[in-house]
């Protein structure tokens, strides 16, 4: 089989390893592969790699970047150098709906139109707390869709897609070998393995250190990379010096990551927002427990497969007391109606209220819900009320014996058998090779709704201002041309 396979670029990312093991699997299964990018790649791969300059960022002006038509001239000239006389059985794009390039669904329309077979396998959307690469125009219509998860699965075939058009593709799970497996020392660290972008929710693991595992420092292992994240880790970094608590940022650069996950006592997650969910996963391979937030949409695959989850939390609940309730909901609101419009949607202002209200009823919201500054006013009364964290752990008991229970230390092997078993290379090879069987010769007439997958991304329980706060700041939602329908 000849497979192209496309991207923005090849840097280090959770979409190019992805990208990479496809690659990889595909190569060694001896298939014809092609990749397709907009910049040079800094590392070294097994595939040949063709650079087209226009599938890249739009960094450049309009005046001076390649136009539709002369990027769709470019791929099909690699297509023609890599296969002469032929061209490919498929072209798999990577996240083709997100507009960091603002050409790329036109040029894929004009491929679409010299008979390439498309698969566009979406990790991310933009109607997912990521209005800056949102694209107005519709989305690629009359090809196969691939998803990570079965959350967006069922999403996609709500918003229009069909039952045979979209298609669940879990990605692998390399497991974490680690050289030794000390016993877990009862005041050992507790690990973090992330990048501290503002969706891993970096301040309710701060909290988490304090209330729940106050005798086990907090080790949090890499910094972000991106301006609009590095603002609030600094305040963070701030915020954990000033107030002496233990958390130790940026281990995983001063240290070595195997040691660090060997003297863990175990992991733990707190983020608001996954695609596919590889921090349920990996802590397992490394023969560790698993801690903290379960997120049930993205989670509910795994279970699925027999994994244990029940003693992660899916909320945590705190009195909207502890906070200045009256200013939370202002910003709530004003940031939902920002993003509506930014969409090109109008919402309901009686909705909006509604809504409001009912993500604070019982006197409780969940602390994910929370931008950075109202995440502070709950850890400063957490800090300054000595009984504010027993109130804490009786408002959530599941955080009462957190890290000591029998039944999850049990579940450490069997959760990495049940994932040995169901998100290995081999199987994951199996699943993308019937996937192109499918792609090549069941052809679909599909469209997706994006009134519809905006709407389902904006319900009260996932508006977080921790992912939505701050791009009202970069957008004038007054700037959208295009209105949805």
């Known amino acids: 089989m000849r497979v192209a396979l496309m991207h923005f670029h090849l840097n280090t990312g959770g979409v190019t390893t992805v990208l990479r093991q496809q690659a990889e699997i595909l190569m060694a299964r001896r298939h014809d592969v092609l990749i397709l990018c907009g910049e040079k790649p800094m590392a070294r791969w097994p595939v040949p790699v063709s650079v087209v300059p226009g599938l890249a960022y739009d960094t450049a002006s309009p005046q001076t970047a390649p136009g539709v038509s002369e990027t769709t001239d470019a791929i099909l000239a690699s297509l023609r150098h890599q296969w002469p006389g032929g061209r490919p059985d498929v072209i798999h794009v ?8 603002r050409r790329l669904q036109a040029v894929l329309k004009q491929l679409q139109q010299t008979g390439l077979v498309l698969l566009c396998q979406i990790h991310d959307f933009a109607e997912d707390g ?3 690469v949102y694209f107005q125009e519709p989305y ?5 869709y691939a998803v990570v ?3 967006d699965r069922r999403i996609l075939i709500a918003c229009g897609l069909t039952e045979k058009g979209v298609h669940h593709l879990p990605n692998a799970v390399r497991p974490w070998s680690l050289q030794e497996q000390p016993p877990a020392r009862a005041n050992g660290h507790v690990l973090y393995p992330v990048r501290a972008i503002r969706r891993k929710n970096i301040g309710e693991s701060i909290l988490l250190q304090h209330c729940a595992f106050p005798d086990s420092p907090l080790v949090i292992t890499l910094p972000p990379t991106s301006p609009s994240d590095a603002t609030s880790y600094r305040m963070w970094r701030r915020y954990a010096a000033d107030k002496g608590l233990a958390v130790v940022f940026e281990a995983g650069i001063r240290g070595d990551f195997r040691q660090l996950m060997n003297e863990a006592r175990y992991v733990i997650t707190t983020s608001i927002n996954e695609g596919f969910g590889f921090s349920f996963l990996e802590a397992w391979t490394a023969g560790k427990a698993l801690w903290g937030r379960l997120l049930p949409d993205i989670c509910q695959d795994f279970i699925g497969f027999g994994i244990r989850l029940e003693h992660l939390y899916p909320q945590l609940g705190i009195p909207v007391a502890w906070i200045a309730v009256d200013d939370f909901q202002r910003q709530w609101q004003t940031v939902r109606r920002h993003a509506a419009a930014h969409f090109g949607m109008k919402m309901d202002e009686r909705q909006i209220r509604s809504d409001g209200s009912s993500i604070t009823k019982n006197g409780v919201i969940d602390f994910g819900l929370l931008s950075e500054p109202f995440q502070r006013q709950v850890l400063d009364h957490l800090l300054s009320n000595a009984d ?10 599941a955080l009462q014996d957190f890290g000591s229970r029998q039944r999850i230390r049990d579940a450490v092997d069997h959760n990495r058998q049940a994932i040995s078993a169901h998100f290995s290379l081999k199987d994951y090879e199996k699943r993308l090779v019937k996937l192109y069987e499918k792609v090549c010769h069941r052809p679909v007439r599909q469209q997706i709704d994006k009134t519809a997958l905006f709407r389902a991304f904006m319900t009260p329980e996932r508006f977080s201002l921790l992912k939505w706060r701050g791009f009202e700041d970069e957008c004038d939602p007054q700037t959208t041309d295009h209105p949805l329908s």
Request: aromatic residues 0%.
């Open 388 to 397: 504010s964290c027993r109130r804490l752990l009786e408002i959530n008991p």
């Open 140 to 144: 690629l219509s009359d090809c196969h």
């Open 130 to 132: 990521r209005p800056n």
């Open 94 to 101: 990577h996240n083709p709906t997100l507009a960091k390039n």
């Open 149 to 151: 998860n079965g959350r």
